[in-house]
C-alpha cells in the first residue's frame, strides 16, 4: 500500500488523495451497499442518483444535472440511508471533498452493520488509491 498500511478512516485529507472523479466513485460504491436500506417510495430518487452519478462520471451528464437530483433528493427526503443519495449526486455537482465524504458517512449510518459496511468502503478506497501498484505488480510479475 502507499505509504505503508492501508488506511482505516476517510479522512479530508485521505479523500483528497483520490480525484474528484474518484471521491464520486468511492460515494458510489457506498451509495450502492445501502440502496436496498431506502424506503419503497424514495428508491426511485436513490436509483436517479445513482444513474446520473454514473451518467457524470461517464461525461453523460452535467454537474447541474446531479446538482438538480440533489435537490429533488433533499427537498423530499429525511432519512440516512435516502440522505446518502443527496449528497452523492451533490458530489458530483461540487469538486469538494467533504461533500462526498459525507455521502459515505451517510451509507455508514444508514447500514445496519457499521463496521462491515465501514470495512467494504475502506477496502474499496485502498484499491482505488493503490490500482497504478497492483497494475505494476501485476505486469512486473511481483
Known amino acids: 500500500m502507499r505509504g ?3 488506511t482505516r478512516h476517510l479522512t479530508v485529507k485521505n479523500m483528497r488523495r483520490l ?8 460515494a458510489i460504491y457506498a451509495a450502492e451497499l445501502v440502496v436496498d ?4 417510495e ?5 436509483e436517479l442518483a445513482i444513474k446520473t452519478t454514473k451518467r457524470w ?3 453523460e451528464a452535467s454537474a447541474e444535472e ?19 443519495f443527496d449528497w452523492l449526486a451533490d458530489a458530483a455537482s461540487r469538486e469538494n471533498s467533504e461533500v462526498a465524504r459525507t455521502a459515505i458517512s451517510y451509507a455508514i449510518i444508514a447500514s445496519p452493520n457499521t463496521k462491515e459496511t465501514k470495512d467494504k468502503i475502506y477496502t474499496y ?5 493503490n490500482v497504478d501498484k497492483y497494475v505494476e505488480e501485476a ?4
Open 4 to 6: 505503508g498500511k492501508m
Open 125 to 129: 478506497y485502498d484499491n482505488l488509491l
Open 37 to 40: 436500506l431506502v424506503e419503497a
Open 66 to 84: 446531479c446538482g438538480e437530483v440533489s435537490d429533488e433528493i433533499s427537498a423530499d427526503c429525511e432519512s440516512h440511508a435516502v440522505r446518502t
Open 139 to 142: 505486469f512486473l510479475g511481483e
Open 42 to 46: 424514495h428508491k426511485h430518487l436513490a
Open 57 to 59: 462520471l461517464k461525461g
Open 19 to 26: 480525484s474528484h472523479k474518484q471521491q464520486v466513485q468511492v
